[in-house]
Structures are given as structure tokens and as C-alpha cells.
């Protein structure tokens, strides 16, 4: 409703622009409700034909695009060739399910193209085109990018809902392997990390028979898992609880795009912090400094709590604006933990300290606290969108 309200807004401004050219008109509509293409596209072209606008491209929006055309056809024929996603390439298979532990996001099609973003195993996903033997896949937090078949399990929707009403578990230890057989010396089905999620079955000689999406089945040792469910309704986001997590990460290995216990980025880090913790952040550092509450700091330690988030990066330059390009989770007495150059690691922004970080000093720009309000606005419970 609120998008439909701007919406309303930006066609009475356009109407009122005697002088907007459609092509104008396609660079606001993007501007608007797809500012950031790692959430929304709308990636649309237009040609004039004589009296005619022929629109091809593509776009996630159909209630934009449809807004768009209301609005051209005021001034002039409009041919509509633009593909809408989800589209027919993967009908009626709209919805997916990772099947792996950790499923490699890309940001083309393509082994060799950048990881973009990673999934847990169990982690629901909008399946929205199809290229070759690679998808488009849209995560929880709104992320998109291309996930090769074999990583997941496309399903229909009642399949999906199927999927996620079942009793499942959730993988508490940090890394293991799920058996063949309750038995620790039985053949792997797979490895296993913190967060993943599977179908419940019976427990058998101390062991949890567990589902995969794509319908195998495996063994966890007990005491490794617990309930989804209850694990859902014992989430406490709060600062001892996020600054444990943290700390359980200490020396994992930086990875470009990780966002797991195998490897993670610096705000793969953050995110999985908090998603262990039961809410889910936004992917990357520029939109989790989106989000949560600005604090006042002018770059003063004493303004900061632990628990806060730290974000690093540099000022508006020309037309540019502020570019933020690192997260930290700061810890109190200067000190913050993140995961940067080649680890996650423990640092500080107080000169004389033996880990001080005087890069870090230099380009803080920002403070914000994501734990005044959990669970509200754009910081969601995971269980109400997993």
C-alpha cells in the first residue's frame, strides 16, 4: 500500500511536467521504486515508432510497469514487450528450497562470475527466470542472483507451503555431518552448519532422521540440533547474546560474498550474527546502514553501546554521495570485531592499543543500533518471513 501511495504521487508529478519525455519517465519510475538492483529491477528500454512507444526490458515491478504504460498512453500508443519476473521459464515452479548446506548466490550465471551472497540449507526462495541451467532467485532479505540447479529444489506453491508447515529442526552446532545411517561411522549424505533447517523424522538410536528439500534423508547426532520451532520462540537478540555469537566466529576465513560458518564477508558476518539470533538483516553494509536507529556519535566511543554496528567508507564527493563499504559489531572500551583482512578478528578504534586500527578510525562514518526495536520495520523476525 505505501509503495502504491508513491506511486500515486510520482504519476500527479509527471502529469504535471509538460516537458517530461518518456524516457525521463522510465529513469523516474526507476529511481523510485527500484533505486538499488541488488533488490528490484526495473531495467526497461523505449523506442518511438511514429506515434507508437514500444517498451521491452525487464522488471520485478509489474504494478510499476503497469503504472508506467497508464501513463505513456496518455500521450501516445504504447506496445508493451517488457518480461515480467517471475516469468514462464519457470512455471508453476515459482518457489524453491536450498538443498545444500551453503548454496553460492552468483551475480550472473556462472561458475567464474562473482558470489554475490550464500543460503543455509532449508533457506526458502522467489524463483524468477530461468538462464541455461542457472536461476534467478530472490532470498528472504530481498537478494537477488543466480543459483545453479542442484542447489535447490524448485516447487510449486503448495509444495512450498507443504515444505514449510512440516516440523523441522535447525542445526545449533557450528559445522558437522549429517549419516546414512544413526550410526558416526556411517557414510555422509552431506556436511552441515550453524542455521541450516530440515524436516523432522524419528530419532533412532540417539540419532534424528532429518529430510531434505529434494526428498533425501540423513542422520544428525544428537545434541547438535533442536526443534525449529522452539528455537524460533527462544530467539534473544540481545547484546550478550549477539556478542557470544560473534565471538564464536573468531579466526573463520574472509570470503568475498560468504554469509556462513564456512567463510564470510564483513557484513555476511553481521547478518549471520544477527540471524542466529533470530532477525534478519539486510544483505550488504550500504543497506544495513539503511536500517535500525542513527546514533548521534561524531565519532566519539562514549556515544556507542556494545552491540551496535559500526560502518566504515567515505564522504560525498561531487555528485556522489557517501559510499559506506565495511560493517563492524563494537564490543565496548574502543574495541569491535569483524571480519577483514583475511579473518574475523577483534580491533580497536583507540589509538594505542596493539589492535588499533587506524584505517578504521579514518573512515568511520556511521553508528547504528539495530537492537532499540527488534523484530520491527526493516529488521524482521527470521520467523516471520522463513
Given amino acids: 500500500m505505501f509503495r502504491y501511495f508513491w506511486l500515486l504521487i510520482l504519476l500527479a508529478a509527471c502529469k504535471g511536467e509538460a516537458s517530461l519525455k518518456p524516457s525521463n519517465a522510465i529513469e523516474r519510475f526507476q529511481k523510485t521504486f527500484a533505486p538499488d538492483h541488488r533488490t528490484d529491477w526495473f531495467d526497461l528500454n523505449m523506442e518511438q515508432q511514429g506515434g507508437t512507444y514500444v517498451l521491452t526490458g525487464v ?55 562473482e558470489l554475490a551472497t550464500q543460503a543455509l540449507l532449508g533457506t526458502p526462495l522467489q524463483v524468477l ?49 549429517i549419516y546414512q545411517e544413526p550410526d558416526l561411522s556411517a557414510t555422509p549424505v552431506s556436511d552441515i552448519v550453524a542455521g541450516c533447517i530440515l524436516q523432522k523424522g524419528l530419532v533412532k538410536s540417539g540419532f534424528q532422521e532429518v529430510g531434505f528439500p529434494d526428498g533425501r534423508s540423513g542422520y544428525l547426532p544428537e545434541g547438535t540440533y533442536t526443534d525449529f520451532q522452539t528455537w524460533l520462540a527462544t530467539r534473544d537478540p540481545s547484546v550478550p547474546n549477539i556478542i557470544r555469537t560473534a565471538h564464536q566466529f573468531l579466526g573463520r576465513p574472509y570470503l568475498w560474498g560468504g554469509t556462513s560458518g564456512k567463510g564470510m564477508d564483513c557484513s555476511g558476518f553481521t547478518k549471520m550474527v544477527f540471524y542466529l539470533n533470530g532477525l534478519l538483516l539486510p544483505r550488504d553494509a550500504s543497506q544495513q546502514v539503511m536500517v535500525g536507529t542513527p546514533v548521534k556519535t561524531k565519532q ?70 539495530m537492537l532499540d526495536h527488534p523484530g520491527e520495520g526493516d529488521i524482521p523476525w527470521i520467523k516471520n518471513v522463513y
Fill in 300 to 369: 566519539r566511543l562514549e556515544e556507542c553501546q556494545p552491540g551496535d554496528l559500526l560502518f566504515f567508507g567515505y564522504p560525498p564527493e561531487g555528485n556522489r554521495g557517501e559510499r559506506i563499504t565495511h560493517v563492524a559489531i563494537y564490543l565496548g572500551n574502543g574495541k569491535f570485531i569483524n571480519a577483514a583482512e583475511g579473518r574475523v578478528q577483534i580491533q580497536s578504534l583507540k589509538q594505542g592499543d596493539a589492535d588499533f586500527a587506524a584505517q578504521r578510525l579514518e573512515t568511520w562514518r556511521q553508528t547504528r543500533r
Fill in 129 to 177: 527466470t530461468k538462464e541455461e541451467n542457472w536461476y534467478l532467485v530472490r532470498t528472504p532479505d530481498r537478494y537477488l542472483g543466480y543459483l545453479e540447479s542442484g542447489a535447490f529444489t524448485p516447487m510449486q506453491i503448495i509444495d512450498f507451503e507443504q515444505w514449510k508447515n512440516n516440523s523441522q529442526v535447525v542445526y545449533t552446532a557450528d559445522m558437522g555431518m
Fill in 59 to 113: 522488471t520485478t515491478l509489474p504494478e510499476a510497469k503497469d503504472s508506467l504504460i497508464r501513463y505513456l498512453q496518455a500521450q501516445g500508443e504504447v506496445v508493451d514487450r517488457v518480461r515480467v519476473l517471475p516469468d514462464s521459464t519457470v512455471l508453476p515452479n515459482r518457489f524453491g528450497v536450498v538443498n545444500v548446506s551453503v548454496a553460492n548466490i552468483r551475480s550472473k550465471p556462472g561458475h567464474s562470475q
